[in-house]
């Protein structure tokens, strides 16, 4: 079966770095994406990892295990704009990306 | 340069009525998908279609169906509005079909 596993909410403080995590199970596996939603907005592309290891791009980072099936996103430096859902999604054998529910995230002065 | 383009934002529809949703992908992009967003959940993945063939389907009934035209534009299609089908729909376009994925702004559809 297909799963994917992330927190439903988090809060953090303005400045602070938090880190979003996300188990999955798929059928096959090409990738791991992350999205960032804001409410009434669509889906925008953050991250992608298809190899083992951290991908850094800014203040955002994501890190990619596929021998265990986990994958995280962190954030420093925290704005109150990063108040957002954040959006795993793995890329499984078809091409298909399958999304998890997604994290929101409350960011608080 | 533009990104990728849905009409129409929003639709009203009652159930029972079928309803067509559009999609422009990025300059370039040949490939296009579609996904349902319900409220408090992430995107589902509807349907994948690339140089003008599907090359995926979620699991959806086949009241959903959908095409892709020459200019790499796509419609979906649903036929027999249920009340569950309100939802946000949203297309995202790639160059190639496993390449990322860009959204578009969706279309925001209600059934009465």
């Known amino acids: 079966g297909q799963n994917i596993d992330q927190p439903t909410e988090m809060t953090a403080t303005e400045g602070a770095i938090v880190q979003i995590n996300c188990t999955y199970q798929?059928?096959?596996?090409?990738?791991l994406f992350w999205y960032q939603q804001h409410a009434g907005e669509a889906p925008t592309f953050l991250s992608y990892?298809?190899?083992?290891g951290l991908e850094e791009k800014g203040r955002f980072s994501s890190f990619l295990s596929r021998s265990k099936g986990y994958s995280y996103l962190l954030l420093k430096e925290l704005q109150m704009k990063d108040s957002a859902s954040y959006l795993c999604a793995p890329w499984n054998q078809g091409g298909k990306l399958i999304f998890g529910q997604g994290t929101e995230l409350s960011v608080k002065p | 340069d533009a990104g990728v383009t849905q009409s129409p934002t929003h639709l009203i529809k009652t159930r029972g009525q079928h309803v067509t949703l559009r999609c422009s992908p990025i300059s370039g992009h040949k490939s296009v998908s579609w996904y349902q967003q319900v409220l408090g959940q992430g995107p589902q993945f509807i349907f994948q279609?690339?140089?003008?063939?599907?090359?995926g389907r979620g699991n959806f009934p086949d009241r959903f169906s959908a095409r892709q035209f020459p200019n790499y534009s796509s419609e979906l299609n649903v036929n027999a509005l249920l009340l569950g089908d309100s939802a946000l729909y949203l297309c995202?376009?790639?160059?190639?079909?496993?390449?990322?994925?860009?959204f578009g702004d969706g279309t925001r559809l209600s059934i009465l």
């Open positions: 798929t059928s096959g596996f090409n990738g």
């Open positions: 990892n298809v190899l083992d």
């Open positions: 279609y690339y140089e003008k063939e599907e090359r």
């Open positions: 995202a376009s790639s160059f190639g079909g496993r390449q990322p994925q860009h």
